[in-house]
């Protein structure tokens, strides 16, 4: 029973890396903000003493948290569906102007070490462009980080593909 | 000789791809290296021989791989020589740190070369340089989380540079558990070895948020000295144990012993394993790589729940007000209340807001009206944004004291005197020494104290399973419950002024708060079971209850304590009590115990006792 259990699970996770459409139907690229942690708190014992509640997985598509990378959305080597599991953090970021999942962000779109704080300082004064709604999903921060770049004379090289 | 003869022959005219001939004695010697031991996880038996900690047959090739790590490694190097159109099937692909490693030992210079695809694509997108080692810390709350957890942090090379840790992958053994096992059968199963155990390759964020917004956990990261080579080593060894499953059991064969196999493969000159015969409790774990000396450096990073109380900490109470008023309704962003506070401090009232709010959505479904209240903070907070907060780091816990203690006691009780003499297996008691723990959390596990009353007059005097006490202060924006739960044996009074070893149950709940600095003041409510041979039923039940305050002064931590118990059948139990600590080294405290106990069975009786206490190991 336990095998079956386990072998049915690994079966679902290696279709996902299969999937078609943008980034797989788990990935969450059409997330709103302020989407709930994924997964409940899990057991007691299972999440605060050893480790995990079952959701035992094994990166194959990483750096993407669980989203594949198949579709064309790689900028400067790091694909941006890395971002995707931190949008909270990235909206709380961006409207301080400061902070981890902002610099990270700079840095999976391919921004210069020398441009970081300048790309904080205007992604910071156009948060509300970025950040439209509450209901602002990862996809339209991407689109409209873009936008927004385009129109910065330092960081309008970052906005195209590389 | 003729049969090496032949042997020989045989090699020549085998076709070019195929194993070399190893003699008898290279084979053992071989399969007795500590490192091909480390690869299969295997251990001596009870019985003799070997036996692996691999509970998993795809793990093995050799059909009774996992008690002769010399026929296992007979069968690898045997299956390294398969076609290479095996592609990712082939166990060069499957097998990496394996491969390497024997390939290095019997010098394969003729190995079929497989396309592993699916591991180079895997390999290149780790792309490991340096590992961290993660330790989530006790939270008060949950003081069950005293034992802790460890996982590891993989880095790509530019990630200190970057500061992008955020993308790193994280490595995490745990107890893999299907369907819905209550809590209880979770713990039953998790002691009894009932779950499998898998490591799982995760991204770190996400256990970023598992600790410290779900849990409100502080991490601790330890930079690990590994190098670029000895981190690609471990992480080679790591997909060999893709999906495979382990033996798992709570105390011992838990995360943080696998995990200390792993940097044995990274660095195969460390002896960390060894060290745990008994019990691998996570913060040991932390002391023993430390003591390896493997870490660079240590940072902190503090749970939602410090970050917010840190947030609203210089807040006076009209502005701690506000802060509610704001989360539950943002239209008071612009009630005239707020908006004549001065901007730096409205800047801080409405991040306690927008943090308070997001804490408060922690593990629940999104709400979109909840989500609009949030918005609108963080709009506001873009237009006039906090400084950014600067939390002192707390005590590193692996610095705190050992977990198992000694102690010995003299005292006397009336007109008796008496040694006392103890053991404690685990962890931390409100008053132990308090470098490392927070203030009002207590979990012990396994605590035998015996004592030798004058003329040699020896007895039990309490044997605890387990006793867990949590007094998290209230205040304003947070209001935690405080509970605490005991179970074992212990003396409370009888007829003729005996003390009378009893079964006991019991449990509370109440709350606790802040007094003034390292000040706690706690008041439960409480019920109690208990098997007493004077009584008449052989389960008396009672209600009662718990006060007292706690406070951190210059010797130690002091708590002073009322008790009562007032069971069905008439008796009343009440006892007050003092103790005080005085810190005399990281392993060493004296303790002065003071108590007076009340009953309907006996008269009032003193006891006074001074405790030496020794944290070893």
């Known amino acids: ?162 | 000789m003729l049969k090496r003869l032949a042997y020989l022959a045989l090699c020549a005219c085998a076709p070019l791809h195929a194993a070399p001939f190893m003699d008898e004695s290279r084979l053992q010697r071989l399969a007795a290296d500590p490192y091909w031991i480390a690869l299969g996880h295997y251990e001596t038996g009870k019985l003799g021989g070997w036996r692996s900690y691999v509970d998993d047959e795809r793990f093995f090739l050799a059909d009774d791989g996992a008690h002769h790590p010399d026929r296992e490694l007979a069968a690898t190097v045997k299956a390294l020589y398969e076609p290479a159109s095996k592609g990712d099937q082939h166990a060069q692909c499957v097998y990496p740190a394996r491969t390497r490693w024997l390939r290095e030992q019997l010098h394969l210079t003729d190995l079929p070369t497989p396309d592993c695809i699916e591991y180079r694509e895997w390999f290149q997108d780790v792309a490991p340089h340096s590992a961290v080692l993660i330790f989530p810390a006790a939270y008060l709350n949950s003081p069950s989380s005293m034992f802790g957890h460890t996982l590891l942090r993989i880095d790509q090379a530019d990630v200190q540079s970057n500061q992008t840790a955020l993308l790193s992958y994280a490595v995490n053994f745990g107890a893999y558990i299907e369907g819905n096992d209550n809590s209880i059968l979770y713990a039953w199963k998790g002691l009894m070895g009932g779950y499998p155990g898998l490591f799982a390759f995760v991204p770190y964020q996400e256990k970023l948020s598992e600790y410290r917004s779900l849990e409100n956990r502080d991490l601790w990261e330890y930079q690990l000295n590994l190098t670029p080579e000895e981190t690609g080593r471990m992480v080679e060894h790591i997909w060999e144990l893709k999906q495979i499953r382990f033996d798992y059991f709570f105390f011992d064969e838990n995360c943080s012993y696998r995990l200390l196999e792993l940097l044995q493969v990274a660095r195969p000159s460390l002896d960390l394993t060894s060290h745990f015969p008994l019990t691998a409790i996570p913060t040991d774990t932390v002391k023993a790589v430390k003591n390896a000396g493997l870490v660079e450096r240590v940072d902190y990073r503090p749970s939602r729940e410090r970050e917010l109380l840190a947030r609203a900490e210089p807040l006076d109470k009209a502005e701690q007000q506000q802060v509610l008023a704001l989360a539950a309704d943002t239209s008071k962003l612009q009630s005239p209340e707020f908006t004549a506070l001065p901007a730096p401090r409205q800047a801080l009232v409405q991040d306690a807001a927008y943090r308070l709010e997001r804490y408060r959505a922690t593990g629940q479904e999104r709400d979109p009206e909840q989500a609009r209240r949030s918005f609108e903070l963080l709009r506001a907070i873009n237009r006039n944004p906090p400084p950014p907060l600067d939390i002192e780091r707390p005590g590193l816990p692996e610095n705190g004291h050992e977990s198992r203690t000694w102690q010995l006691g003299v005292g006397t009780r009336e007109d008796r005197a008496f040694a006392e003499y103890g053991l404690r297996m685990a962890y931390h008691d409100l008053n132990d020494n308090a470098y490392g723990f927070p203030l009002g959390a207590q979990i012990e596990i396994l605590q035998l104290k015996l004592r030798q009353y004058e003329g040699n007059d020896w007895q039990v005097q309490r044997l605890d399973l387990a006793t867990i006490r949590s007094l998290t202060p209230r205040n304003d924006l947070l209001k935690p419950w405080s509970w605490q739960v005991a179970g074992g044996l212990e003396r409370v009074p009888g007829k003729h002024d005996d003390e009378v070893l009893v079964s006991h149950v019991n449990g509370g709940a109440g709350g606790t708060w802040k007094l003034g600095d390292d000040l706690l003041g706690f008041a439960l409510g409480t019920v109690r079971v208990e098997h007493h041979n004077d009584f008449a039923q052989f389960i008396a039940p009672a209600a009662g209850f718990n006060t007292g305050v706690l406070w951190r002064n210059g010797l130690g931590n002091l708590s002073l304590e009322a008790k009562g118990d007032y069971f069905i059948n008439g008796e009343v139990r009440r006892s007050l009590s003092l103790n005080q600590q005085w810190e005399l080294s990281d392993s060493l405290g004296l303790r002065l115990s003071a108590k007076r106990e009340f009953s309907q069975l006996a008269t009032a009786q003193n006891e006074v006792m001074l405790e030496l206490k020794w944290y070893n190991y």
């Open chain 1, 1 to 162: 029973m336990k095998r079956i259990l386990l072998g049915t699970l690994f079966t679902a996770v290696s279709i996902n890396a299969m999937a078609q459409a943008p980034g797989g139907p788990d990935c969450g690229w059409g997330n709103m903000l302020f989407e709930g942690q994924r997964g409940t708190p899990a057991h007691f014992l299972a999440s605060t003493t050893n480790g995990t509640s079952g959701n035992a997985t094994f990166g194959m598509t990483s750096g993407t948290n669980g989203c594949s990378t198949n579709a064309a959305l790689t900028y400067g080597g790091k694909s941006w569906l890395a971002m995707n599991g931190m949008m909270n953090e990235l909206s709380e970021d961006m409207a301080k102007g400061q902070g981890e999942a902002l610099t990270t962000y700079a840095v999976v779109l391919g921004v210069a070490p020398e441009d970081r704080a300048h790309f904080a300082a205007v992604t910071h004064q156009h948060f509300s462009e970025i950040f439209k709604t509450a209901d602002t999903t990862a996809e339209d921060v991407h689109t409209n980080t873009l936008a927004i770049l385009k129109s910065d004379a330092r960081l309008a090289k970052y906005a195209t593909p590389a």
